[in-house]
């Protein structure tokens, strides 16, 4: 069992429940993973096989927590990945003793096939982003802004994010007074040639 030094200080440091919690966590994933390996990420322990993050746990004052980095793949027949505290980190909620674990054959199945996985190569599929849409502007604000040539001329030569902040900040007006006093001093101020957030803007 090759352990990281790092982790040896992390649990010795941790409060007294947690300590015999994470004792345990590792020496379950050690004996289900042989070739696993220890490492120090983002402020706490994890876990690697194969060249990918297996799992990691960590301590807090209150509570400990321990997770799979595939999770969101991973065949979760007894229920023990989707913690009930969704304010936790981890998939097991907040653990506070040896008992809020599941049992250690259990464990040891998930750590498996977390590892499995890790062997396969399978990677989890990172969320493409959402495109945003193209700017739609309406017709009453270019009316607006047309009515005055300084005004129309800034908007023209905008980036289209600074021209989607004039927009949305109006359009997103729940009446009309409302709406028109937006549009009264967006006006006023592309005819200074400011932007939309120009008091926060860098000197």
Same mark, same amino acid.
């Given at each position: $069992?090759q352990?990281d030094p790092r982790?040896?200080a992390?649990?010795a440091? =941790?409060? @007294?429940?947690?300590? @015999?919690i994470l ?5 379950l994933i050690h004996?289900?993973?042989?070739g696993?390996?220890?490492?120090w990420?983002?402020?706490?322990p994890?876990? $690697?096989y194969?060249?990918a993050?297996l799992?990691?746990?960590?301590? +807090?004052?209150?509570?400990a927590?321990?997770?799979?980095w595939? /999770?969101?793949i $991973?065949?979760?027949?007894?229920? &023990? ?5 969704r ?5 097991m909620?907040? !653990?506070?003793s040896?008992k809020? !674990?599941p049992?250690?054959k &259990? ?5 498996k096939q /977390? =590892?499995? !996985? ?6 989890i599929?990172? /969320?493409? @982003?959402? @495109?945003k849409?193209? !700017?739609?502007?309406?017709d009453y604000?270019? %009316? =607006?802004? %047309?009515? #005055?040539k =300084? /005004?129309?001329?800034?908007?023209e030569a +905008?980036?289209?994010? #600074? ?5 949305e900040?109006i359009?997103?007006?729940?009446n009309?007074a409302?709406?028109?006093?937006? $549009? ?5 101020q592309? *005819?200074?040639?400011? &932007?939309r957030?120009w008091?926060y *803007?860098?000197?």
């Open positions: $069992m352990t982790i040896d992390y649990i440091k =941790a409060q @007294p429940f947690a300590q @015999p004792r345990h966590l590792r020496e004996a289900a993973c042989p696993v390996e220890e490492t990420k983002w402020s706490f994890h876990f $690697m194969k060249g993050i799992c990691s746990m960590a301590a +807090f004052k209150e509570h927590v321990f997770g799979f595939k /999770a969101s $991973m065949d979760d027949p007894q229920d &023990i990945l989707t913690t009930k505290d304010e936790s980190m981890g998939h909620g907040r !653990l506070s040896l809020d !674990l049992k250690d &259990i464990l040891k199945d998930y750590i /977390a =590892a499995k !996985l890790n062997e396969q190569g399978v990677k599929e990172k /969320a493409k @982003p959402v @495109p849409k193209d !700017l739609e502007v309406p604000f270019m %009316k =607006a802004i %047309k009515k #005055n =300084a /005004a129309h001329k800034t908007f +905008f980036s289209t994010t #600074n021209k989607r902040e004039y927009v900040w359009s997103e007006a729940k009309d409302t709406r028109d006093k937006r $549009m009264a001093q967006a006006v006023e592309m *005819a200074e040639g400011k &932007i957030h008091k *803007a860098k000197k």
